[in-house]
Nanobody, 124 residues
Framework: QLQLVESGGGLVQPGGSLRLSCAAS????????IGWFRQAPGKEREGVSC????????NYADSVKGRFTIYRDDAKNTVYLQMNSLKPEDTAVYSC?????????????????WGQGTQVTVSS
């Protein structure tokens, strides 16, 4: 059974950092693409970052470039999202998702396995 479990969310002050984890079970995480998405209240879900299977090429939304880093630990079958210089507008529920393809993309409909999400709140 394919499963993704996120962790690492919480409350942080503006300018702070958090690291989110997406632990996979039931499939090797380096065989497909993993994407991180977020959804703030009243807004549509948006793609934040993704890492492709195999070579691990990455992509970032313009709003997080230079602040967020996605990377993968194949031994732990886990993808991480390091978030630095956090802003109040980064507040959202963050979810990871998997798709059986090496194409890194931000369209949620392209992903077929989702985690339950973790809340990130950036506030002073």
């Amino acid at each position: 059974q394919l499963q993704l479990v996120e962790s690492g969310g919480g409350l942080v002050q503006p300018g702070g950092s958090l690291r989110l984890s997406c632990a996979a079970s039931g499939f090797p995480i380096n065989r497909g693409t993993i994407g991180w998405f977020r959804q703030a209240p009243g807004k549509e879900r948006e793609g934040v970052s993704c890492i492709s299977g195999g070579g691990g090429s990455t992509n970032y939304a313009d709003s997080v470039k230079g602040r967020f880093t996605i990377y993968r630990d194949d031994a732990k079958n886990t993808v991480y999202l390091q978030m630095n210089s956090l802003k109040p507008e980064d507040t959202a529920v963050y979810s990871c998702a998997a798709r059986p393809s090496s194409l890194c993309m931000f369209a949620p409909r392209g992903y077929d396995t989702w985690g339950q999400g973790t809340q990130v709140t950036v506030s002073s």
